[in-house]
């Protein structure tokens, strides 16, 4: 019999619906659900004069959240570095069916040269 240790995200007394395998990895969406939270806290807070809907604005601050770095290199001016990740676990190699690997054609070794 196999033991497999699941970490599931805990937030307000509710277990939300997502495990992780890897503890790193439950500890990185916690952490960028902090960031969420704090951001949309931050928007509604601010007093925009445009009204936007509650669902909108947690929407948003998880996505900014998830693409932090990207964010971070925009807000310094730069490019972003690479592909925006939305939706959730789009990019994510575990929530995608497994593709077949291909492999590549072994190299043809050159021959030494005889003189």
Known sequence: MAVITKYVVVRNGV??????????????YDKMLDAAENLAGYIKDAGLE????????????VFIAKNGPQVTRILKGQKPNGPTV?????????????????KKAPAAKAKPKVK
């Open 86 to 102: 939305w939706p959730p676990g789009e990019n994510k190699k575990e929530d995608s069916p497994a593709a077949p690997a291909r």
């Open 15 to 28: 277990a939300l619906d997502r495990e992780f395998l890897v503890k790193k990895e439950a500890d990185a």
């Open 50 to 61: 445009i009204d936007l809907d509650g669902k909108i604005i947690d929407t948003l601050s």
